[in-house]
């Protein structure tokens, strides 16, 4: 963001005295500092900051206990009760620098999950009788805290015998295949080069030993959920009681610690600095999830999926054993600057253990960049230009980091250098992300105006303009959203909806979300104690955003010219959904025009998609699906005996069957091309090539492009191209 005001320097001079209050290093010191901080950066940035008064104090007394044990598997009523008594005193406890209330929460979710670790090995080995009818009730919303141990057994009681019940079915299942597989294969002969041997005899388990099994199972999720559980600390707690604070205001406005802000930075940005590896918590261990094509862990070409890291060395420091260690901390360890080495210790699944040196580098996340193709549709569309933007990131802090806006230019350059005639841009499932990104990418389909309007706290709004005189492309354009498509993807929408640029092609709306949030870092506004940084940053949420004709995306979002039938059209998402959401409103509007290309006949390109998705099977499924899939959301009572279980699971898979393949068939006369400047790079890597193959499959059986090119088809055989200029107000 570029606002920078006063405001902030306001800010910090409220809160600079903080460095001579507490002179002694302690947990409490420094979550009094991080405390103290939050709430005057609250009180002095928040676009709409409520009152710190038992009506706010009864608010965040809710969220924090949710957070605390948010599936009612801890705390009984009487522990609820005892925290009960500071339901009204959160917002005094606040202004007084006490924390009675959060230690005394402390102490009993640590002793409520001890004691729901004795029930649960209580439990897990106990002889469930599967045919027994029972329900359980899965929906935690719906349920109340257990009146006493007594009732929290029976709610962990049931819990267990679910997770139990329901490997059991899979492990019968499981076995009910092999027996028909084995009785196909009996008469194989198996020949082997060497020598010949007899496969080892299938036997098949007995029913107690497949309900054995499937106990064992679930007995070793829950262990690694405890395990889990038990490395969470005091400051783990702490951040959830500020948020329960922050989340009062709304629900965009966090604390993050300083490694939160660290991978909030790198998924904005779409690269880090480090080894190239997803990671995560296995047993005590840290296992490798996953490794990212391209950066030095892939380069090493020793290090696997399903690897352990079991120790990280430095240069020139000693070994730092990472058994037990939490997964955020390993992190640490293993990110570093590009340029530095450090050697891992690997422990491979046969027991192999290795060291394997690496150089870490900048490593680019590419499943986040902008990237396009070429789409044929015989008969309708020839040469239309598709582009699939993710999200939009941007590396803010970094002089050459990422930018969506210049990734989306260059794709629209390459685009026209193989002469496309139309282009599809496709913002499905798109969270949004940097404002700067999505202004400039939206003036690459205009000449120049305002693209969205901001307005701060008690101050009138302004304006962000397009600063790029001239439009990048003047042809056809459809921009595809979805109920996920949020905040830059509907400030893109709005605006070429507005300018009469697009066709907006979607569901029901676009997510909601209206708000603009930016970073504080406390480390700033804290004089001294440098001892306790970093202190983490708070993102608070500073503006609102308007489109340009004074409507506002907040709650309702972009409503799509041709409405396109959706799996969740039936089910309630987005902004909406969030508890202490912002709510709608209206400013005035702006003057805007643009000559690039205006579209004359929308009406008439709408009412030739709605003709087409009613005669379109796909689509009408995708109807029925999204009946089907409200049902099954709503229902949250489950059996807990196995023909119960089974007859549930066998209607729901007969409900299914029809809609088992949808996306699974290729579009027919569909033809997709990769652009003449992609083929080099290509060509040269095989990473590269592969993961472009999947995706090209998966655009062959998108039948929501299939109608995008059909709406580009009439856009430009009906449209008036004269770039007839529309006044508007």
Same mark, same amino acid.
């Given at each position: 963001m570029r606002y920078r005001s006063s405001l902030v320097v306001a800010v910090l001079l409220g809160i600079l005295a903080l460095g001579t209050i507490f002179p002694n290093i302690d947990d409490r010191k420094r979550e009094m500092v991080i405390l103290d901080a939050v709430v005057h950066f609250i009180k002095m940035a928040h676009f709409q900051p409520k009152e710190i008064d038992d009506e706010f104090s009864k608010e965040a007394f809710s969220n924090y206990i949710k957070s605390l044990d948010p599936a009612k598997r801890f705390f009984t009523q009487k522990e609820v009760n005892q925290l009960k008594v500071y339901e009204l005193q959160y917002d005094d406890q606040i202004l007084q620098k006490k924390f009675d209330f959060f230690d005394q929460s402390v102490l009993l979710i640590d002793q409520s999950f001890k004691d729901a670790k004795v029930i649960y090995n209580d439990l897990i080995t106990a002889d469930y009788d599967f045919s027994a009818q029972e329900e359980i009730e899965l929906d935690y919303d719906k349920k109340s805290f257990a009146k006493d141990q007594t009732e929290l057994k029976e709610y962990w009681r049931k819990a267990l015998k679910y997770e139990v019940l329901t490997r059991y079915y899979n492990n019968l299942e499981d076995q009910k295949d092999r027996i028909e597989n084995e009785s196909k294969k009996s008469d194989e002969i198996v020949e082997e080069e060497t020598e010949t041997k007899e496969e080892e005899e299938f036997v098949p388990l007995s029913d107690e030993k497949l309900k054995a099994k499937a106990v064992e199972q679930t007995k070793e999720v829950f262990d690694d959920w405890f395990e889990r559980m038990e490395s969470l600390r005091r400051s783990d707690r702490f951040e959830s009681y500020i948020n329960a604070i922050t989340h009062v205001m709304d629900p965009h406005s966090d604390y993050f610690n300083p490694k939160e802000k660290q991978d909030f930075d790198i998924n904005m940005g779409g690269k880090l600095e480090g080894i190239g590896a997803r990671l995560v918590p296995d047993k005590g261990y840290t296992k490798i999830r996953e490794v990212i094509p391209g950066g030095p862990a892939w380069a090493s070409k020793q290090i696997e999926a399903d690897d352990l890291i079991i120790k990280v060395t430095q240069k020139g420091e000693d070994a730092v054993d990472l058994v037990g260690m939490r997964l955020d901390d390993v992190v640490q360890l293993i990110r570093g600057k590009k340029g530095s080495e450090v050697l891992l210790t690997i422990k491979k699944p046969s027991g192999d253990i290795i060291e394997v040196p690496i150089i870490r580098d900048i490593v680019q996340i590419d499943e986040t960049k902008a990237k396009s193709l070429l789409l044929d549709l015989e008969k309708v569309s020839s040469n239309i230009g598709y582009i699939k933007l993710?999200?939009?990131?941007?590396?803010?802090?970094?002089? @050459? +980091?990422?930018?969506?806006?210049? #990734? $989306?230019?260059?794709?629209?350059?390459?685009?026209? &250098? !193989? /002469?496309?005639?139309?282009?599809?841009?496709?913002?499905?499932? @798109? +969270?949004?992300?940097?404002?700067? #990104? $999505?202004?400039?990418?939206?003036?690459?389909?205009? &000449? !120049? /105006?305002?693209?969205?309007?901001?307005?701060?706290?008690?101050?009138?709004?302004?304006?962000?303009?397009?600063?790029?005189?001239?439009?990048?492309?003047?042809?056809?354009?459809?921009?595809?959203?979805?109920?996920?498509?949020?905040?830059?993807?509907?400030?893109?929408?709005?605006?070429?909806?507005?300018?009469?640029?697009?066709?907006?092609?979607?569901?029901?709306?676009t997510f909601g979300k209206g708000t603009v949030q930016r970073f504080f870092d406390l480390d700033e506004a804290v004089m001294g104690n440098d001892e306790l940084k970093p202190l983490g940053q708070v993102k608070l949420t500073m503006q609102k955003f308007y489109r340009i004709d004074g409507g506002s995306t907040q709650l309702k979002g972009v409503i799509p010219d041709i409405i396109?039938?959706?799996?969740?059209?039936?089910?309630?998402?987005?902004?909406?959904?969030?508890?202490?959401?912002?709510?709608?409103?209206?400013?005035?509007?702006?003057?805007?025009?643009?000559?690039?290309?205006?579209?004359?006949?929308?009406?008439?390109?709408?009412?030739?998609?709605?003709?087409?998705?009613?005669?379109?099977?796909?689509?009408?499924?995708?109807?029925?699906?999204?009946?089907?899939?409200?049902?099954?959301?709503?229902?949250?009572?489950?059996?807990?005996?196995?023909?119960?279980?089974s007859t549930y699971l066998d209607q729901r898979d007969e409900e299914s069957e029809k809609f088992k393949d949808l996306w699974k068939e290729e579009i027919e006369g569909l033809t997709v091309r990769n652009l003449t400047a992609d083929q080099e790079r290509l060509d040269n890597d095989e990473v590269l090539a592969d993961t472009n193959k999947d995706w090209i499959k998966r655009v062959k059986k998108d039948f929501y492009l299939k109608e995008a090119l059909h709406i580009i088809r009439d856009l430009k055989s009906n449209n008036d191209i004269a770039k007839m200029k529309a006044i508007n107000p």
């Open positions: 993710p999200k939009f990131y941007s590396s803010f802090e970094q002089k @050459n +980091g990422n930018s969506c806006s210049v #990734d $989306v230019a260059q794709e629209i350059e390459k685009l026209k &250098e !193989d /002469g496309a005639q139309g282009i599809i841009l496709d913002l499905r499932s @798109n +969270g949004g992300g940097s404002l700067r #990104d $999505v202004v400039d990418m939206t003036g690459l389909f205009v &000449e !120049d /105006g305002p693209i969205v309007q901001v307005k701060p706290r008690s101050r009138a709004p302004y304006v962000y303009d397009d600063q790029d005189k001239e439009s990048r492309y003047d042809g056809p354009l459809v921009v595809l959203v979805n109920s996920f498509s949020a905040s830059a993807s509907e400030i893109l929408a709005a605006a070429l909806q507005d300018y009469n640029r697009a066709v907006i092609v979607g569901s029901n709306s396109l039938p959706d799996n969740y059209s039936k089910i309630e998402t987005g902004e909406k959904d969030y508890d202490n959401a912002m709510e709608w409103s209206k400013i005035n509007a702006v003057p805007y025009s643009q000559e690039t290309f205006n579209i004359s006949n929308k009406a008439q390109v709408v009412r030739a998609s709605a003709d087409r998705v009613e005669e379109d099977k796909d689509f009408q499924l995708v109807l029925e699906n999204a009946e089907r899939l409200k049902r099954n959301r709503d229902q949250s009572i489950y059996p807990l005996s196995i023909d119960g279980y």
